[in-house]
């Protein structure tokens, strides 16, 4: 008898896998490896929605714990994955100044925006109005985060690359079975392959696609993360990661040349560089319309969770709300309703 099965080891089963194994759990992981969108995220955690001037609910808080379960990691696989680094809002008018002053006044948001103007002058940039920081910002590699951690489980043989088969799971009121392995908890963190789940593929997971580049642009100096109409974070070696576009209707992991397009558009409007694309990316990322988690237990089966619908927040949501679900399963303690489950039970 195992603690727990997680199906998923992307940033959501991760989060659960470790949180679970720091508390003295025992754990096996499933993955298939069919969904990518944790291995080519953007990786960025930020506590301000800048599109609409807006803080993240409980953001000090995540970042508390985000920079501490990194941390953790990081020294576990003797690897740099965390990297803190400033975000700069680049300004196109004197109207987005004033914005971002009036902004910076509020209450949730006065911790994360400074005030001081910023006019470094970055080479491949042009910025007569200057630039807004961030505060308390950075990026996880993500890609290097899943293919070491997997290989961690691998090592210690909780991992098993294949499949999971639904039809194979049976619940019982003290555990869980599948196939000849028996566990207390199932955790289901299968990011948007949460739509072949028959516990919970009735649950609104809507799926946003989204496409970016690796390029090289030798003659842009940046050591910031730049966001404006798309984000621009240098990798080193002159490479940088430059995303991301948006598609409600298109569910697939290819690349478009409509997204291409965008893309090469959108980084024009900014850099006055030459740059070349290196990597053309695409994945699924695992939304929810009300843009809130999906963490809970199953109404009927008291041993079957999920967590999921971390969408373009996954590095700083994942450790949060990972512990949130830890402690709903392990103590009782109870899920707010914004996130959990139960808010789209139908009303009687």
Not at 25 to 34: A, E, M, P, R, W
Not at 112 to 127: A, P, Q, V
Not at 189 to 214: M, Q, R, S, V, Y
Not at 218 to 240: A, K, Q, R, S
Request: glycine share 8%.
């Amino acid at each position: 008898m195992i603690d727990y099965i997680i199906v998923g080891s992307g940033l959501a089963g991760i989060a659960f896998a470790e949180t679970a194994l720091n508390s003295g759990k025992t754990i096996l992981v499933f993955d298939n490896h069919s969904q990518n969108s944790s291995t080519i995220a953007g990786g960025l955690y930020n506590p301000v929605i800048l599109k609409r001037f807006s803080k993240l609910q409980q953001a000090q808080e995540q970042l508390l714990v985000l920079q501490e379960f990194y941390d953790e990691v990081e020294s576990k696989l003797d690897l740099k994955l965390n990297f803190r680094l400033p975000v700069l809002r680049k300004f196109f008018s004197v109207e987005e100044q004033n914005n971002w002053f009036t902004a910076s006044d509020k209450p949730g948001l006065s911790p994360f925006l400074s005030t001081k103007l910023i006019h470094t002058k970055y080479s491949g940039i042009d910025s007569p109005f200057g630039y807004g920081e961030v505060l308390q910002t950075g990026y996880v590699e993500t890609a290097q985060l899943l293919q070491s951690y997997q290989k961690y489980l691998k090592d210690k043989n909780q991992l098993v690359e294949e499949v999971f088969d639904y039809d194979l799971l049976e619940s019982n009121p003290d555990f869980v079975r599948y196939k000849n392995i028996h566990a207390k908890h199932i955790v289901f963190a299968e990011g948007f392959g949460l739509h072949a789940n028959p516990f919970f593929k009735h649950l609104p997971l809507d799926g946003t696609k989204g496409e970016l580049f690796i390029i090289k642009a030798p003659n842009l100096n940046l050591d910031v993360i730049l966001n404006t109409n798309v984000f621009i974070l240098p990798l080193g070696n002159d490479l940088f990661k430059v995303g991301a576009t948006y598609n409600w209707e298109d569910k697939t992991n290819q690349t478009t040349e409509a997204g291409k397009a965008e893309l090469i558009e959108k980084i024009s409007e900014i850099l006055n560089c030459n740059f070349e694309i290196i990597e053309h990316l695409a994945g699924v990322r695992p939304t929810v319309k009300d843009r809130r988690p999906l963490l809970g237990t199953h109404a009927v089966y008291s041993n079957i969770h999920i967590f999921n619908g971390l969408g373009t927040r996954g590095v700083m949501l994942g450790p949060f709300m990972a512990k949130v679900l830890f402690d709903h399963i392990e103590f009782g303690t109870p899920i707010d309703r914004e996130n959990d489950i139960k808010r789209f039970d139908k009303k009687k």
